[in-house]
């Protein structure tokens, strides 16, 4: 079906998906703000099993809505890329923190630089009358800088705010994306599938607001830094697989080494060979080190076919072309 002329911006589809739990105090200023600043834009609320107001505030503001019965941010991610068409998506999350009004400049980004994703790097803004006063927590702020460093060392590139949840993508994107991860930790795999099929992507500063009073945070510091910890460690052995199995069949290679140095000399000086035990360790290290590093070997091979399959995804979607 052909879209009206006034449902689209620079002659794409503009989808604003937002994920929500619970956030009957926040939903309707977020889908006003995002309506305001994108009128050609079609707004999607994702309800993953609220239990206040939330899905009725939704349709009192016109917003389409999608029901999620399996909980956590990582499944409605995975419901909003399947069930969701459009050109250009803007994720956002439904709490009232990120900037509505830099969505244009996010999505003309997208399109005049051609580019795949776009992130909101959050930049603390000023707090406003009825705000909490608290935008970023330190131990938020830490952590997302000890997690983004991670990956960086990693997979590589710049991403200074790994775990923001304002992005926005091209099609291609969107329809590439595998989405494994159950919760929070879904930001962690969003960077790593743009770095692993070296897609072009960039970050825009953006201000970062403060809940509303009576209006609480779902991300606990310690339980999602731990399980990201936990999918950056998943994605490492998925995604590099020879160089996981290969250091670690080096380092159970090395240890082989340094056991079986002191009976090696011992046997030059007394031609006996009294440590059995520590021989047959040695032994069985050596044996297992060779393992890990045939078995990266495998899952390499394995893994560079998966990304054909990602990278045949990709390209079956027509790229964003610029235009005015």
């Not at 009957?24 to 079609?42: M, W, Y």
């Not at 993953?48 to 999620?68: C, F, Y």
């Not at 992507?201 to 310690?222: H, M, N, Q």
Request: aromatic share 8%.
């Amino acid at each position: 079906m052909t879209e009206s002329p006034s449902r689209l911006y620079r002659n794409q589809r503009i989808a604003v998906i937002l994920p929500c739990h619970n956030e009957e105090l926040t939903v309707r200023p977020v889908v006003e703000g995002f309506r305001q600043a994108l009128p050609e834009a079609e707004i999607y609320i994702f309800n993953n099993l609220s239990t206040d107001r939330t899905a009725e505030i939704a349709l009192e503001v016109g917003a389409h809505l999608r029901n999620v019965n399996l909980k956590g941010k990582g499944n409605v991610v995975r419901r909003m890329f399947a069930d969701v068409d459009a050109d250009i998506y803007v994720m956002a999350d439904g709490d009232a923190t990120y900037h509505a009004p830099s969505a244009r400049k996010l999505i003309d980004m997208l399109i005049d630089q051609q580019l795949d994703m776009v992130v909101g790097a959050r930049v603390e803004a000023e707090p406003e009358a009825g705000d909490t006063g608290i935008t970023y927590r330190p131990g938020h702020r830490w952590g997302n800088k000890l997690l983004t460093g991670t990956v960086q060392q990693i997979f590589g590139g710049s991403f200074r705010d790994m775990l923001s949840g304002y992005r926005v993508f091209s099609r291609r994107y969107v329809k590439s994306f595998p989405a494994h991860s159950q919760g929070f930790e879904i930001e962690t795999e969003l960077n790593v599938h743009a770095l692993e099929l070296r897609m072009p992507c960039t970050e825009v500063d953006t201000p970062y607001g403060a809940r509303p009073e009576g209006s609480a945070s779902k991300l606990s510091t310690y339980r999602d830094g731990w399980r990201i910890l936990k999918t950056i460690g998943r994605l490492v052995v998925s995604e590099k697989p020879l160089q996981f199995f290969g250091w670690l069949g080096a380092a159970l290679a090395l240890i082989s080494i340094a056991l079986v140095a002191p009976i090696v000399l011992e046997y030059q000086q007394t031609g006996l060979v009294r440590r059995f035990p520590t021989l047959g360790l040695v032994s069985a290290l050596m044996v297992c080190g060779g393992v890990s590093f045939v078995t990266g070997l495998i899952l390499q091979a394995i893994t560079l076919t998966r990304r054909e399959i990602k990278q045949f995804a990709y390209l079956a979607s027509v790229a964003n072309t610029p235009s005015k």
